[in-house]
T-cell receptor, first 114, second 111 residues
Framework: EAQVTQNPRYLITVTGKKLTVTCSQNMNHEYMSWYRQDPGLGLRQIYYSMNVEVTDKGDVPEGYKVSRKEKRNFPLILESPSPNQTSLYFC?????????????FGPGTRLTVL | KQEVTQIPAALSVPEGENLVLNCSFTDSAIYNLQWFRQDPGKGLTSLLLIQSSQREQTSGRLNASLDKSSGRSTLYIAASQPGDSATYLCAVRGGSEKLVFGKGTKLTVNP
């Protein structure tokens, strides 16, 4: 089954404790992206990757890191989480550069930083 | 900078009613526009994707239209059902792969 998986689905942590949210897709997509969703602000892009070893900042990259060492995986790293990073995070993937291609979204990771 | 607006923010209708959700965007230079459905605590499910060269797309009881020149799209839901209750998100893709989302319309269909 074609899917985007994220782990963990729920995470409660404390300020400053490094964490990683994993994202994996099984569709051989070149493009992967992270979004965060906040009430009243909607979905905003954090980082994206056009292919292996190619990553770039989205609209709200501060406080986040990503890596793309393999095509299928795109982990989101919070080196020193802060309470303002409490949010619902989504990973997405798609083929590149085709107007007909939809983006597939993972189920989301709800992160709470105390 | 592309901005996407969805009106209304919330909508409550009785079962069986036909309804229209609205989406507007500020930059008409788009590749495509997508409508997504989001259930509480869940991810996003793509409903319809309209390419910039198309005027509309249909899937079952759903019909999405696109008027690129005016920067508008509508999602028409026929014969609404309680199972249609969800938040509906509109997203446009411009020159990059990035999707710019509206804030959504929360739909409640009452039995």
């Amino acid at each position: 089954e074609a899917q985007v998986t994220q782990n963990p689905r729920y995470l409660i942590t404390v300020t400053g404790k490094k964490l990683t949210v994993t994202c994996s897709q099984n569709m051989n997509h070149e493009y992967m992206s992270w979004y965060r969703q906040d009430p009243g602000l909607g979905l905003r892009q954090i980082y994206y990757s056009m292919n292996v070893e190619v990553t770039d900042k989205g609209d709200v990259p501060e406080g986040y890191k990503v890596s793309r060492k393999e095509k299928r995986n795109f982990p989101l790293i919070l080196e020193s989480p802060s309470p303002n990073q409490t949010s619902l995070y989504f990973c997405a993937s798609s083929y590149l550069a085709e107007p007909t291609d939809t983006q597939y979204f993972g189920p989301g990771t709800r992160l709470t930083v105390l | 900078k592309q901005e996407v607006t969805q009106i209304p923010a919330a909508l409550s209708v009785p079962e069986g009613e036909n309804l229209v959700l609205n989406c507007s965007f500020t930059d008409s230079a788009i590749y495509n526009l997508q409508w997504f459905r989001q259930d509480p605590g869940k991810g996003l499910t793509s409903l319809l994707l309209i390419q910039s060269s198309q005027r509309e797309q249909t899937s079952g009881r759903l019909n999405a239209s696109l008027d690129k020149s005016s920067g508008r799209s509508t999602l028409y839901i026929a014969a609404s059902q309680p199972g249609d209750s969800a938040t509906y998100l509109c997203a446009v893709r411009g020159g990059s792969e990035k999707l710019v989302f509206g804030k959504g319309t929360k739909l409640t269909v009452n039995p």
